[in-house]
């Protein structure tokens, strides 16, 4: 039978068993996809989001995001075992491309910077000027008017498309029937 109970003689004391003294940055082996497409910056080899590979993992010294750990991967090119090594950015809860490759498809992310940097400037403007936050909103107010409206009209415009008369249409067919059906018998 399975025991679950362990045997714990009276002198053992778990402070007197040796720890392991392993170096700071400790390489691990570990299994990952690539997080993003990139592309070989030796033999221009594509290596697409989802790939699997076998790489080394490193925790980076002396950097840090809000108390996390960041970490850095070493892979290999597909075609030419070149390295290639990223690392996390749990800032923007992503990866970030270090050396070896360059990263593809970054329009939706260039977009999304360019939003919040025109957040962050229509903000800090507005700090230091209340007639900007005024002119903002006025413009904000607009613009859902024109929103509103456009709505209404293509609700009106559907509407009137709805508008059709079911009872009519199937009783017009059941006549057109009957009178295919005369027709056959004549």
Known sequence: SLSLQKYYPP?????????????????????LMAPFNMRCKTCGEYIYKGKKFNARKETVQNEVYLGLPIFRFYIKCTRCLAEITFKTDPENTDYTMEHGATRNFQAEKLLEEEEKRMQKEREEEELNNPMKV??????????????????????????????????????QYKEYEEEQKRKEQE
Request: hydrophobic share 35%; no cysteine; net charge neutral.
């Open 11 to 31: 002198d053992f004391d778990p402070a007197k068993i040796p720890k392991l003294k392993l170096p700071k940055d400790r390489q691990y082996v570990v299994r």
């Open 134 to 171: 005024l002119e903002n909103r006025t413009k904000d107010s607009k613009l859902e008017m024109e929103v509103l409206e456009n709505l209404q009209e293509l609700k009106e415009l559907n509407q009137r498309q709805a508008n059709v008369d079911f009872e009519a249409m199937l009783k």
